[in-house]
């Protein structure tokens, strides 16, 4: 087996929403594992600080201010990645997220519900369309759009590696996310249809899909915002792990990494669940 089989050395990766929790120590990965990394975020200071992380280790990286849902942002972003490295050889689609006000109060809807209306309590009906839009870009206009700008850079040098996040959410809908879980579940989907459009071009396309993280988008959902105690949502999702407990951003890497490299040459069109054997256990 060649020694090189997971390298990333000199590989050019540009990581959109590269500023947040499990992008972030992706992008710091690829740069300890020798990748030129663009960091991608639509907050400049995040993706700079990220970029900073991975030149102090010895890295070589950029911070690039950038909206995922906007093509002149991404084609000056582009423009920027191409001056300083030449090239691009990997795509990480990575930003992404939800909405509290795409998110429902409970997880099923009862006949009570139509007759007590509870001041805050949010039904399936009382969801803002404008947020449940929102969810729908970010994710998955979120993703076609990088694809389209950096995508074309790969067809026209004769290859390269597009890694989409889906999410659990895309296996099995969760309660309350509608617009998170529909909008993943269109990631993978594309993750497929990308796989086999592109394959003519030497452009492999495949997806991680994260179990439960901590993270911004979430957090609301699986703690206590005052005292930082599981909510019973939280306790549910790790009675349901069968590892019992929520992923780590580190937990990422590796799957990551052989997506990425050589290692998976002949992979193309999967979706990978990181999950601690939530997708595997049937709760009983």
Same mark, same amino acid.
């Given at each position: 087996?060649?020694e090189?089989?997971?390298?990333?050395?000199?590989?050019?990766? $540009?990581?959109?929403?590269?500023?947040?929790?499990?992008?972030?120590?992706m992008?710091?990965?690829?740069?300890?594992?020798?990748?030129?990394?663009? $960091?991608?975020?639509?907050?400049?200071?995040?993706?700079?600080?990220?970029?900073?992380?991975?030149?102090d280790?010895?890295?070589?990286?950029?911070?690039?201010?950038? !909206?995922?849902?906007? %093509?002149?942002?991404?084609?000056?972003?582009?423009?920027?990645?191409?001056?300083?490295?030449?090239?691009?050889?990997?795509?990480?689609?990575?930003?992404? =997220?939800?909405? *509290?006000?795409?998110?429902?109060? &409970?997880?099923?809807?009862?006949?009570?519900?139509?007759? !007590?209306a509870?001041?805050?309590?949010?039904?399936?009906?009382?969801?803002?369309?404008?947020?449940?839009? /929102?969810? /729908?870009?970010? !994710?998955?206009?979120?993703?076609?759009?990088?694809?389209?700008?950096?995508?074309?850079?790969?067809?026209?040098?004769?290859?390269?590696?597009?890694?989409?996040?889906?999410?659990m959410?895309?296996? &099995? *809908?969760?309660?309350?996310?509608?617009?998170?879980? =529909?909008?993943?579940?269109?990631?993978s989907?594309?993750?497929? @249809?990308?796989?086999? #459009?592109?394959?003519?071009? !030497?452009?492999?396309?495949?997806?991680?899909?994260?179990? /439960?993280?901590?993270?911004?988008?979430?957090?609301?959902?699986?703690?206590?915002?005052? +005292?930082?105690?599981?909510?019973? %949502?939280?306790?549910?999702?790790?009675? #349901?792990?069968?590892?019992? %407990? /929520?992923? +780590?951003?580190?937990?990422?890497?590796?799957?990551?990494? @052989?997506?990425?490299?050589d290692?998976?040459?002949?992979?193309?069109?999967?979706?990978?669940?990181?999950?601690?054997?939530?997708?595997?256990?049937?709760?009983?």
């Amino acid at each position: 087996m060649s020694e090189n089989l997971f390298g990333i050395t000199g590989k050019r990766v $540009v990581v959109t929403g590269g500023g947040g929790i499990l992008c972030r120590s992706m992008a710091v990965e690829l740069g300890r594992l020798g990748a030129k990394v663009a $960091v991608l975020d639509l907050r400049k200071e995040a993706a700079e600080l990220a970029a900073k992380e991975i030149k102090d280790s010895g890295g070589q990286a950029i911070g690039v201010e950038c !909206n995922v849902l906007d %093509r002149g942002s991404l084609e000056k972003a582009c423009a920027e990645v191409l001056s300083a490295f030449g090239g691009i050889d990997i795509l990480v689609n990575g930003a992404g =997220g939800n909405s *509290p006000k795409a998110t429902t109060s &409970k997880e099923q809807f009862f006949p009570d519900d139509l007759k !007590n209306a509870v001041e805050g309590m949010k039904t399936f009906f009382d969801l803002d369309s404008d947020a449940v839009q /929102f969810v /729908f870009n970010l !994710n998955f206009l979120g993703t076609l759009l990088p694809t389209q700008v950096f995508g074309r850079v790969m067809a026209e040098q004769g290859g390269g590696v597009i890694l989409n996040v889906s999410s659990m959410n895309a296996f &099995k *809908p969760l309660t309350k996310i509608p617009a998170y879980s =529909g909008a993943k579940a269109a990631i993978s989907n594309f993750t497929q @249809w990308l796989a086999m #459009h592109f394959a003519p071009v !030497n452009i492999r396309v495949n997806a991680v899909a994260p179990g /439960f993280f901590l993270t911004d988008q979430n957090r609301f959902l699986l703690t206590d915002e005052k +005292t930082g105690d599981l909510t019973a %949502r939280g306790r549910t999702i790790l009675a #349901h792990t069968p590892q019992g %407990r /929520f992923g +780590t951003p580190e937990d990422l890497n590796g799957t990551m990494v @052989w997506l990425l490299s050589d290692a998976s040459k002949f992979v193309t069109g999967i979706v990978v669940p990181v999950d601690g054997g939530f997708s595997a256990f049937s709760g009983v």
